[in-house]
């Protein structure tokens, strides 16, 4: 391993301004939840399970941002850069929806157009098209070898992909009746069609006989892994990374639904408005 990576500053590689953001927004959420929730009688409580769900989505915020995951996916292996992006694509987005009360999108869904538009976006025929459209189009060299030399531009697809996936998961973690999630049967063909969407972009990267990015082929070497390696290493990690977490959400949806069946199909105690036989 070269010594370049470790020629950075200590406030380049673990960004303590976006770990203090990071504190100080988790500890808004949670006085929002509970304190702030209870005094101004906002909605009803939200479990702690959900809490914790919000607050792992904003730390994996911070794993890919303010870690040395951030430089060194900006400066040397590309392989790290893909790790970055399933951890703001695939893992944080289903965290923060599932941790997202109901009544906190209901000034948001009070208005007609924005309530209008939101439900044609995360449909799931556009919220899927959308998420894997975008997230293809920005990994053609000229765009992704833009974005590695133009910090502001790389926020700015960062932000697109954030935003993209948050629509792509909401059939399956949609936090609101308003805009319900799909049926659990539809949900399990929607997770499987979601992995199948992005074998075109993993397999291009994988495959490619050449490097596709210049300015990984350029960069410092570090971990002694060279441009072509760290390509296809790059690719795997893409695919499998996100077949992993779409085959852990069907697990859980399948399992759910069962366990739904079985509580349907359980008949409850005989009263005044259940009949007996």
């Not at 504190?23 to 702030?36: D, E, P, R």
């Not at 954030?162 to 539809?186: D, I, K, N």
Request: glycine fraction near 4%; hydrophobic fraction near 55%; aromatic fraction near 14%.
């Amino acid at each position: 391993m070269t010594a370049d990576l470790w020629a950075h500053r200590f406030e380049d590689l673990w960004y303590p301004d976006l770990l203090a953001w990071t504190v100080l927004l988790n500890a808004a959420y949670l006085l929002l939840v509970n304190l702030w929730r209870r005094a101004f009688n906002w909605g009803p409580p939200v479990p702690v399970w959900r809490q914790v769900l919000f607050c792992l989505g904003l730390w994996t915020v911070y794993l890919s941002e303010g870690t040395p995951i951030h430089i060194m996916s900006e400066l040397y292996l590309f392989s790290v850069h893909m790790v970055q992006h399933t951890l703001l694509t695939m893992v944080m987005p289903p965290l923060i929806l599932l941790g997202t009360p109901e009544w906190a999108l209901r000034p948001l869904l009070r208005r007609p157009w924005a309530k209008r538009i939101l439900r044609t976006l995360v449909h799931p025929v556009p919220a899927l098209l959308l998420f894997n459209l975008i997230y293809s189009i920005w990994h053609l060299p000229v765009l992704y070898q833009a974005i590695l030399l133009y910090h502001w531009f790389h926020a700015v697809q960062h932000a697109i992909l954030v935003a993209t996936a948050l629509l792509m998961w909401w059939p399956v973690c949609s936090p609101t009746r308003e805009l319900p999630p799909l049926s659990e049967p539809g949900q399990m063909v929607y997770v499987f069609l979601a992995g199948l969407a992005q074998i075109a972009a993993f397999a291009v990267i994988t495959f490619a006989d050449v490097v596709l990015y210049p300015f990984y082929e350029e960069a410092p070497r570090v971990f002694g892994i060279d441009p072509m390696s760290d390509q296809q290493l790059a690719g795997v990690v893409m695919h499998l990374a996100s077949g992993v977490i779409f085959v852990f959400a069907w697990i859980l949806i399948f399992f759910r639904w069962v366990a739904r069946e079985d509580r349907d199909a359980t008949p409850g105690p005989a009263g005044p408005d259940r009949a007996t036989v």
